[in-house]
């Protein structure tokens, strides 16, 4: 099976809302779609699903052009999608149905869920008598109810305390455990960083970076120095040629130009009376990959050149 996402693009009149996007899924996972705010995530996800037309492109499951309604395929708006004064498991029965569920598989999946997301108790009241959070619980058991074999998540943690976020990691581990087909979007890097291996970043409409996260780690290089000392060490950092690009309470974060500046400084910090807590040398975490991607972007569009 395979999704993929062949030259897909937007126009309103002269605006470009998203330009041509292409992108594969050969095999199950999580890809995450990033960008800025208002970079063209939702209006790619929106063609994805067949919300909303397409001035090129096409989106093809398993060969064939992707279809929400015949195809099992779940989505978790980033907006709130229940209907205020509906019951929560009227809503639940009618979108079931929307997909083909039967009754009696309904039944057994919307108990399923309603207790995993300890929401039962609410089963009988409105959209709008929950919490925001209770809200997310509620779209995504609509997004499951039919055990989807494409789940697309945009902002998946929105609304939610630490130990719901946590209750929905783990359903997407599982439902990752499953061989689903994930789409992930959300502005919280280490959730996409957790589980996505392929991932495309957008701005103003144009895709700046694509690619497998792991090699575009690797490529980027170990540059990242965390260090955390019982003494002073800026006068051996000064030495090392090294400058502090951040300086908290409990470390300093240097840039090194390579492995061996960092070894250096790590020789002069053994050989002084210092006592070294903690020495770091990483890869750019996906935060620092997106924050340069974005930035890189501009300079290459060119001073004054609207994208």
């Known amino acids: 099976m395979s999704l993929v996402v062949n030259n897909i693009s937007k126009q309103y009149g002269s605006f470009t809302a998203l330009h041509s996007l292409s992108f594969e899924m050969q095999k199950p996972g999580v890809y995450a779609l990033l960008g800025t ?16 037309s397409k001035n090129s492109g096409e989106v093809l499951w398993n060969g064939n052009p992707i279809s929400p309604i015949k195809d099992r395929v779940g989505y978790l708006a980033e907006e709130r999608g229940l209907y ?14 929307l997909k083909g569920v039967s009754k009696a598989d309904f039944v057994k999946s919307a108990d399923y869920w309603l207790n995993r997301f300890d929401i039962s108790e609410y089963r009988n009241k409105t959209a709008d008598q929950l919490s925001k959070g209770n809200q997310q619980k509620v779209q ?8 989807p074999e494409i789940l ?34 959300s502005h919280q890097m280490e959730l996409i960083e957790s589980f996505c291996t392929e991932l495309t970043i ?20 170990r540059v990242n120095l965390s260090v ?14 090294l400058v ?35 020495y770091e040398l990483r890869e750019p975490s996906l935060h620092e990959i997106f924050v340069n ?9 060119g001073e004054g050149e609207k994208i």
């Open 84 to 97: 205020p004064k509906y019951k929560i498991i009227d809503q639940l029965a009618y979108f079931a149905k």
């Open 37 to 52: 705010n208002g970079a063209g995530k939702t209006t790619a996800i929106r063609m994805i699903l067949g919300m909303l």
């Open 228 to 241: 955390k000392c019982d003494g002073d060490i800026m006068p051996l950092a000064q030495r090392s040629g």
């Open 293 to 301: 991607s974005v930035e890189n972007f501009g300079f290459e569009a």
């Open 152 to 185: 697309i998540l945009d902002e998946p943690l929105s609304g939610l305390d630490p130990v719901n976020a946590d209750l929905f990691k783990d359903i997407i581990s599982e439902q990752v455990a499953k061989h689903k087909y994930i789409i992930m979007s």
């Open 202 to 221: 957008l701005h103003h409409g144009t895709a700046v970076l694509q690619g497998n996260l792991a090699e575009i780690k690797k490529a980027s290089g």
């Open 244 to 278: 502090p690009i951040e300086v908290a309470a409990d470390k300093i974060e240097f840039k090194v130009e390579n492995e061996q500046q960092a070894k250096n400084f790590l020789k002069k910090i053994v050989e002084s009376d210092i006592t070294l807590v903690q």
């Open 140 to 147: 995504l058991t609509a997004a499951l109810i039919s055990d």
